[in-house]
């Protein structure tokens, strides 16, 4: 039996995920009663694909300053080192409904995007590693399984 981890996701079994997903991975109450939830936005299966950091890199710019047009009190978007996915947390929403329909609408968004905010060198800590046209791979990619978003376990 594997060790039980202080991070959620390293007591997560990788090989039993089927990505595309998007999953609750858990809720911390703050003392005055405000919640934060954080959700696994996984684009890529673990362990056999990936994406390349200038795609990744942009997608991220582009989900963090578009999902905020859609979804109130985001706290953070930010890429998995694994880079297989991406964490969002938000304050005081436990819908997952609205987490989705907010994922949905910012792809989308990302498809129309004519540039990555902030890429440039005061804005951003390594403004060369960027790729719109990547990022939209990736974006379309997940937009064409939505249907299966919901689906986070392989069938045994």
Request: aromatic share 8%; net charge negative; with cysteine.
């Given at each position: ?56 890199h ?40 609205d ?25 951003c ?32």
């Open positions: 039996m594997v060790k039980k981890m202080n991070v959620e996701s390293f007591n997560l079994d990788h090989t039993k995920v089927k990505a595309p997903y998007v999953r609750l991975v858990g809720v911390t109450t703050g003392v005055n009663g405000d919640k934060v939830y954080k959700y696994d936005l996984r684009f890529k299966q673990p362990n056999e694909a990936h994406m390349e950091m200038p795609g990744l942009s997608l991220e710019h582009l989900l963090a300053e578009k999902i905020r047009d859609h979804l109130d009190n985001v706290l953070d978007v930010g890429p998995m080192g694994c880079q297989t996915g991406f964490y969002l947390a938000v304050l005081n929403n436990d819908s997952y409904d987490i989705i329909k907010a994922l949905a609408v910012t792809l989308e968004d990302v498809m129309i995007a004519t540039e990555v905010p902030a890429c440039n060198e005061v804005q800590g390594w403004a060369a590693s960027h790729s719109l046209i990547d990022a939209q791979a990736i974006a379309q990619e997940m937009l064409n399984e939505r249907s299966q978003w919901s689906i986070v376990f392989k069938e045994e």
